[in-house]
């Protein structure tokens, strides 16, 4: 897919760091469209950092940046830095352990050029356990009437009803990511709905596709998820 970075934040190396990166890696090696670059955004001199430039990325060798983070290395910080070093009109957040299906940009393309007003892409997520075993989902709520003024919109009204959402496989333009500031890291665990929430009262319209992520959630509450499809939020810019 031309004109978007798949960011990879990568703080700390754990026994089990390689095999789930591999999986992620794997998971974007196997899109049926790939993505124009896999920014791999690194603490400076991490043993996370040697990790990723070290590590074999196959076919996709010629699409890998690794940069080093010389500030803060919270999520929302790494995140702050791989967007401001993209150099394309979209990116995409994978966290080292979560997993894109195979037709994840394949969708992400149509529907950009189905919806060009569009400008942020979000997943519906359904929660399984290690066995695979149905759990719930996550980011659903704007498909009941009840939180929502518009079903399939996600408002400031639906935000302040349920707080749930989760914006792994996030797809967003770069321009408006920066242009409201991106995400606070000084909010710590609730930087995400601090962000959805920021984005909605700056007039963004928030849609939402019945498409599915799957995120499974092991013993010791490591996730995965496989995006399978799409969810969208419209950026509307106002005077003053």
């Known amino acids: 897919m031309n004109n978007i970075t798949v960011i990879i934040p990568l703080h700390e190396v754990s026994e089990d760091t390689e095999k789930m990166y591999g999986n992620a890696i794997k998971s974007v090696e196997e899109q049926t469209v790939k993505p124009t670059q896999l920014l791999i955004v690194t603490p400076k001199g991490s043993e996370a950092n040697t990790f990723a430039n070290k590590f074999d990325y196959g076919t996709l060798k010629d699409l890998v940046k690794v940069i080093e983070n010389d500030g803060k290395t919270d999520f929302a910080s790494q995140m702050n830095f791989g967007v401001a070093n993209c150099e394309t009109k979209w990116f995409s957040i994978?966290?080292?352990?979560?997993?894109?299906?195979?037709?994840?940009?394949?969708?992400?393309?149509?529907?950009?050029?189905?919806?060009?007003?569009?400008?942020?892409?979000?997943?519906?997520?359904?929660?399984?356990?290690?066995?695979?075993?149905?759990?719930?989902?996550?980011?659903?709520?704007?498909?009941?009437?009840?939180?929502?003024?518009?079903?399939?919109?996600?408002?400031?009204?639906?935000?302040?009803?349920?707080?749930?959402?989760?914006?792994?496989?996030?797809?967003?333009?770069?321009?408006?990511?920066?242009?409201?500031?991106?995400?606070?890291?000084?909010?710590?665990?609730?930087?995400?709905?601090?962000?959805?929430?920021?984005?909605?009262?700056?007039?963004?319209?928030?849609?939402?596709?019945?498409?599915?992520?799957?995120?499974?959630?092991?013993?010791?509450?490591?996730?995965?998820?496989?995006?399978?499809n799409l969810v969208w939020i419209q950026l509307k810019q106002t005077g003053g």
Not at 170 to 199: D, P
Request: proline content about 1%; some cysteine.
């Open 94 to 228: 994978l966290e080292y352990d979560d997993e894109y299906s195979k037709i994840w940009f394949k969708n992400v393309e149509t529907y950009i050029e189905a919806y060009p007003e569009i400008d942020i892409f979000m997943p519906i997520i359904v929660d399984v356990d290690e066995f695979g075993q149905f759990i719930g989902f996550t980011n659903e709520a704007v498909w009941a009437n009840s939180f929502s003024e518009e079903l399939g919109i996600l408002d400031k009204d639906a935000l302040l009803s349920y707080q749930n959402f989760n914006i792994d496989g996030i797809v967003m333009k770069k321009e408006y990511y920066e242009m409201y500031g991106g995400f606070k890291s000084n909010m710590k665990l609730t930087f995400i709905y601090e962000f959805l929430l920021r984005m909605t009262y700056k007039s963004c319209k928030v849609m939402k596709y019945l498409d599915l992520v799957t995120n499974m959630l092991t013993n010791e509450l490591v996730h995965y998820f496989t995006v399978t």
